[in-house]
Protein backbone atom coordinates (compact mmCIF):
# COMPACT_ATOMS: atom_id res chain seq x y z
CA UNK A 1 0.00 0.00 0.00
CA UNK A 2 1.16 3.50 -0.94
CA UNK A 3 0.12 6.18 0.41
CA UNK A 4 0.40 9.93 -0.03
CA UNK A 5 0.19 11.74 3.45
CA UNK A 6 -0.56 15.71 3.29
CA UNK A 7 -0.68 17.81 6.34
CA UNK A 8 0.99 20.74 7.71
CA UNK A 9 1.00 19.90 11.16
CA UNK A 10 3.96 18.06 10.80
CA UNK A 11 4.23 16.51 14.79
CA UNK A 12 0.89 14.96 13.19
CA UNK A 13 1.90 14.44 10.44
CA UNK A 14 5.25 12.91 11.14
CA UNK A 15 3.32 10.41 13.55
CA UNK A 16 0.61 9.26 10.85
CA UNK A 17 3.87 8.38 8.45
CA UNK A 18 5.02 6.54 11.71
CA UNK A 19 2.00 4.53 12.20
CA UNK A 20 2.02 3.96 7.99
CA UNK A 21 5.40 2.41 8.36
CA UNK A 22 4.07 0.21 11.42
CA UNK A 23 1.97 -1.45 9.39
CA UNK A 24 4.31 -1.96 6.20
CA UNK A 25 2.43 0.27 4.38
CA UNK A 26 4.77 2.84 2.17
CA UNK A 27 4.42 6.93 3.20
CA UNK A 28 5.11 10.33 1.10
CA UNK A 29 4.62 13.27 3.32
CA UNK A 30 4.04 16.78 2.32
CA UNK A 31 3.60 19.81 4.57
CA UNK A 32 1.32 22.14 2.25
CA UNK A 33 -1.21 21.76 -0.03
CA UNK A 34 1.14 22.95 -3.22
CA UNK A 35 3.06 20.17 -2.71
CA UNK A 36 0.28 17.85 -1.97
CA UNK A 37 -0.93 18.88 -5.79
CA UNK A 38 2.44 18.40 -7.49
CA UNK A 39 3.47 14.69 -5.82
CA UNK A 40 -0.65 13.64 -6.40
CA UNK A 41 -0.70 14.22 -9.71
CA UNK A 42 2.84 12.87 -10.52
CA UNK A 43 2.84 9.90 -8.64
CA UNK A 44 0.43 6.74 -8.41
CA UNK A 45 -1.18 6.45 -4.39
CA UNK A 46 -3.46 3.78 -3.24
CA UNK A 47 -5.11 6.38 -0.78
CA UNK A 48 -4.38 10.04 -0.06
CA UNK A 49 -4.71 11.35 3.48
CA UNK A 50 -5.45 15.29 3.28
CA UNK A 51 -5.66 17.67 5.96
CA UNK A 52 -8.19 20.74 4.79
CA UNK A 53 -6.48 23.57 6.13
CA UNK A 54 -3.48 24.07 4.65
CA UNK A 55 -0.93 26.56 3.24
CA UNK A 56 -0.54 27.10 -0.71
CA UNK A 57 -4.03 24.90 -1.78
CA UNK A 58 -6.57 24.10 0.60
CA UNK A 59 -7.91 20.27 0.90
CA UNK A 60 -11.21 21.24 -1.03
CA UNK A 61 -9.44 22.92 -3.74
CA UNK A 62 -6.81 20.02 -4.27
CA UNK A 63 -9.36 17.25 -4.56
CA UNK A 64 -11.55 19.40 -6.68
CA UNK A 65 -7.89 19.93 -8.91
CA UNK A 66 -7.50 16.39 -8.79
CA UNK A 67 -11.03 14.99 -9.56
CA UNK A 68 -10.91 17.77 -12.60
CA UNK A 69 -7.48 15.98 -13.77
CA UNK A 70 -9.41 12.07 -13.60
CA UNK A 71 -7.22 11.36 -11.09
CA UNK A 72 -9.38 9.24 -9.09
CA UNK A 73 -7.81 8.29 -5.66
CA UNK A 74 -9.52 7.69 -2.84
CA UNK A 75 -9.31 10.63 -0.60
CA UNK A 76 -9.94 11.10 2.44
CA UNK A 77 -10.21 14.27 4.31
CA UNK A 78 -9.46 15.60 7.59
CA UNK A 79 -11.11 18.05 9.02
CA UNK A 80 -10.58 20.36 11.92
CA UNK A 81 -13.84 20.69 13.15
CA UNK A 82 -17.03 18.85 13.12
CA UNK A 83 -18.97 21.03 11.41
CA UNK A 84 -21.13 19.64 9.09
CA UNK A 85 -20.99 21.96 6.23
CA UNK A 86 -17.12 21.13 6.06
CA UNK A 87 -17.82 17.24 5.51
CA UNK A 88 -20.47 17.98 2.99
CA UNK A 89 -18.19 20.90 0.98
CA UNK A 90 -15.43 18.02 1.24
CA UNK A 91 -17.45 15.28 0.11
CA UNK A 92 -19.11 17.19 -2.81
CA UNK A 93 -15.11 18.26 -3.89
CA UNK A 94 -14.69 15.11 -4.54
CA UNK A 95 -13.43 13.27 -1.45
CA UNK A 96 -14.78 9.90 -0.54
CA UNK A 97 -14.59 10.13 3.13
CA UNK A 98 -13.59 12.25 6.14
CA UNK A 99 -12.08 11.74 9.45
CA UNK A 100 -12.49 14.87 12.14
CA UNK A 101 -9.52 15.70 14.32
CA UNK A 102 -8.70 14.53 17.04
CA UNK A 103 -9.30 10.92 15.56
CA UNK A 104 -7.60 7.20 17.04
CA UNK A 105 -5.41 5.97 14.61
CA UNK A 106 -7.31 2.49 14.41
CA UNK A 107 -10.10 4.12 13.09
CA UNK A 108 -8.10 6.11 10.31
CA UNK A 109 -6.52 2.49 9.35
CA UNK A 110 -10.07 0.69 9.48
CA UNK A 111 -11.31 3.60 6.27
CA UNK A 112 -8.38 3.38 4.60
CA UNK A 113 -8.78 -0.73 4.47
CA UNK A 114 -12.46 0.16 3.53
CA UNK A 115 -11.79 2.16 0.69
CA UNK A 116 -9.02 -0.35 -0.73
CA UNK A 117 -11.01 -2.87 -0.15
CA UNK A 118 -14.28 -0.46 -1.97
CA UNK A 119 -12.16 0.05 -4.88
CA UNK A 120 -10.82 -3.72 -5.22
CA UNK A 121 -14.25 -4.61 -5.83
CA UNK A 122 -16.12 -2.62 -8.58
CA UNK A 123 -16.56 -4.78 -11.38
CA UNK A 124 -18.84 -2.41 -13.54
CA UNK A 125 -16.60 0.77 -14.86
CA UNK A 126 -19.58 2.32 -15.90
CA UNK A 127 -23.58 2.30 -16.43
CA UNK A 128 -24.82 3.97 -20.18
CA UNK A 129 -28.40 5.34 -21.23
CA UNK A 130 -28.60 5.72 -25.13
CA UNK A 131 -25.80 8.07 -26.01
CA UNK A 132 -24.57 8.39 -22.42
CA UNK A 133 -22.24 6.93 -20.46
CA UNK A 134 -21.40 7.62 -16.96
CA UNK A 135 -17.82 6.83 -15.72
CA UNK A 136 -18.05 5.03 -12.60
CA UNK A 137 -14.16 5.10 -11.17
CA UNK A 138 -14.00 9.14 -12.21
CA UNK A 139 -17.61 10.50 -11.97
CA UNK A 140 -17.61 11.71 -15.20
CA UNK A 141 -20.38 11.71 -17.66
CA UNK A 142 -19.85 11.59 -21.17
CA UNK A 143 -21.50 11.42 -25.13
CA UNK A 144 -19.58 11.07 -27.79
CA UNK A 145 -16.26 13.06 -27.49
CA UNK A 146 -17.47 15.45 -24.98
CA UNK A 147 -17.23 14.79 -21.01
CA UNK A 148 -18.04 16.72 -17.87
CA UNK A 149 -17.22 15.84 -14.25
CA UNK A 150 -20.44 15.22 -12.11
CA UNK A 151 -20.67 16.29 -8.15
CA UNK A 152 -20.46 13.73 -5.81
CA UNK A 153 -24.60 13.99 -5.70
CA UNK A 154 -25.04 14.55 -9.28
CA UNK A 155 -23.37 11.55 -9.81
CA UNK A 156 -25.29 9.51 -7.12
CA UNK A 157 -28.87 10.72 -8.83
CA UNK A 158 -27.39 10.08 -12.55
CA UNK A 159 -26.62 6.90 -11.27
CA UNK A 160 -30.03 6.05 -9.79
CA UNK A 161 -31.77 7.65 -12.68
CA UNK A 162 -29.91 5.09 -15.28
CA UNK A 163 -30.24 2.34 -13.03
CA UNK A 164 -34.05 2.48 -12.77
CA UNK A 165 -34.55 4.35 -16.35
CA UNK A 166 -37.61 2.05 -16.49
CA UNK A 167 -39.46 3.95 -13.46
CA UNK A 168 -40.12 7.09 -12.23
CA UNK A 169 -38.08 7.98 -9.04
CA UNK A 170 -39.84 9.96 -6.39
CA UNK A 171 -38.28 12.64 -4.89
CA UNK A 172 -38.61 11.05 -1.44
CA UNK A 173 -36.23 7.92 -2.96
CA UNK A 174 -33.72 10.05 -4.81
CA UNK A 175 -33.24 12.23 -0.95
CA UNK A 176 -33.44 8.71 0.64
CA UNK A 177 -30.49 7.34 -1.42
CA UNK A 178 -28.94 10.02 -1.88
CA UNK A 179 -28.85 12.46 0.89
CA UNK A 180 -30.27 9.82 3.45
CA UNK A 181 -32.90 8.44 5.67
CA UNK A 182 -31.86 11.33 8.39
CA UNK A 183 -30.92 14.22 6.21
CA UNK A 184 -33.16 17.84 6.08
CA UNK A 185 -32.60 17.80 2.43
CA UNK A 186 -35.90 18.28 0.82
CA UNK A 187 -38.07 18.68 -2.24
CA UNK A 188 -36.13 21.76 -3.19
CA UNK A 189 -32.54 20.13 -2.55
CA UNK A 190 -33.46 17.52 -5.79
CA UNK A 191 -34.89 19.77 -7.99
CA UNK A 192 -31.73 21.89 -7.56
CA UNK A 193 -29.35 18.53 -8.70
CA UNK A 194 -32.19 18.08 -11.24
CA UNK A 195 -31.49 21.03 -12.91
CA UNK A 196 -27.34 20.96 -12.73
CA UNK A 197 -27.95 17.65 -14.27
CA UNK A 198 -30.47 18.74 -16.81
CA UNK A 199 -27.77 22.03 -17.86
CA UNK A 200 -24.63 19.35 -18.17
CA UNK A 201 -27.28 17.07 -20.60
CA UNK A 202 -27.50 20.23 -22.41
CA UNK A 203 -23.57 21.10 -22.57
CA UNK A 204 -22.79 17.39 -23.78
CA UNK A 205 -25.68 17.41 -26.60
CA UNK A 206 -26.58 14.42 -25.49
CA UNK A 207 -30.63 13.14 -26.80
CA UNK A 208 -31.24 12.02 -23.20
CA UNK A 209 -33.39 14.53 -20.90
CA UNK A 210 -34.40 14.00 -16.98
CA UNK A 211 -38.08 14.56 -17.58
CA UNK A 212 -40.74 15.20 -14.94
CA UNK A 213 -43.43 13.22 -13.98
CA UNK A 214 -46.11 15.19 -12.45
CA UNK A 215 -46.37 14.71 -8.72
CA UNK A 216 -44.55 11.91 -8.92
CA UNK A 217 -40.85 12.48 -9.85
CA UNK A 218 -38.01 11.74 -12.52
CA UNK A 219 -37.09 9.57 -15.36
CA UNK A 220 -34.87 9.45 -18.32
CA UNK A 221 -35.97 9.68 -21.48
CA UNK A 222 -34.98 9.85 -24.84
CA UNK A 223 -35.81 12.09 -27.99
CA UNK A 224 -39.50 11.81 -28.70
CA UNK A 225 -40.34 9.78 -31.14
CA1 LIG B 1 -3.92 22.19 8.88
Keep these: MNLLIVEDEVRLADALGEIMREQKYMADIV ?4 DGLYYAKNNSYDVIILDVMLPGINGFDLV ?3 RACHIATPVILLTAKDDIRDKITGLDSG ?11 EELLARIRALTRRQGDV ?3 EQRFLDLTLHLSTCDLSCGCKSIHLSY ?3 EIMKLLIANQKIVLSKEALISRVWGNDSNAEDN ?4 YISFLRK ?4 LGSCVSINTVRKV ?4 EGPAS
Excluded: S
Excluded at 31 to 34: E, F, L, R, S, V
Excluded at 217 to 220: E, K, N, P, T, V
Design 189 to 192: NVEA
Design 31 to 34: YNGT
Design 64 to 66: REL
Design 153 to 155: KEF
Design 217 to 220: GYRL
Design 200 to 203: KLVF
Design 123 to 125: VLE
Design 95 to 105: ADDYMTKPFVP
